[in-house]
């Protein structure tokens, strides 16, 4: 008997070369996508696939099977909207920032600072507008949010090399940080912390064309309508 053998699957930390040694949650995720056997599957967003192995790793053993249902709703989830890498990022570090040591919150505070600038770049809004999540968590640690804030001032860092780097590092160190933190509930916290990324996501992905145009439903007359 196997992991497949469950209606549930029971995930295990890190990689897995074929699912009799196991899956994580993404290796999981290309089995019942229909992929090649691996944790780095098309089927999903990279940066979400990346937020999903942290996850699945620094989650408890007791805590993982939880993660299990979740794993159908990040196949997929593939958009392309530049949005996606800085608002996933934002959610992630959102989560973490209040309960992660001091120094993980130098790093996550300056990724989110300049996360958000690309956000208002690319929305046309001022610079230093930011989401009200993000500011508020930022405003729970000034310490760490003033140093962010003149360290961002001096730096200039491009588009490209935060979706690269910048981002996955810092949705790594929030997750790290939450599972190393002194707080009663961290696998709860990664949970949220994976779900709200999936969560956001999923509303960058393009809406479907409508089956049934409103040019040609107005067409048909109204007796013969079918409710969609």
Known sequence: MNNFDFAVPVLSRGKHRNPRKGACFMEFASYLAGEPWSDHPSCTHPLLAGVARDVNDCTTDAGRSRLAPLIPSV???????????????????????????QERQYILAVALIVGERQLA?????????????????????????????????KAHRGTSDYARRTAPRAVSCAVEGISQACVPDPDQRLYRLLNNAIEECRTWVPAKPSRFPQAARQA?????????
């Open 220 to 228: 048909v007359p109204e007796e013969n309508r079918v409710a969609q």
């Open 121 to 153: 770049a690319l929305d046309g809004r001022p610079l230093d507008s930011m989401d009200p999540a993000s500011q508020e968590v930022l405003d729970s640690v000034p310490s760490a949010t003033k140093w962010a804030r003149a360290f961002t001032a």
């Open 75 to 101: 196949i997929g989830l593939t958009p392309d909207d530049p949005h996606v890498v800085p608002r996933v990022t934002a959610v992630c570090i959102q989560e973490a920032l209040p309960v992660v040591s």
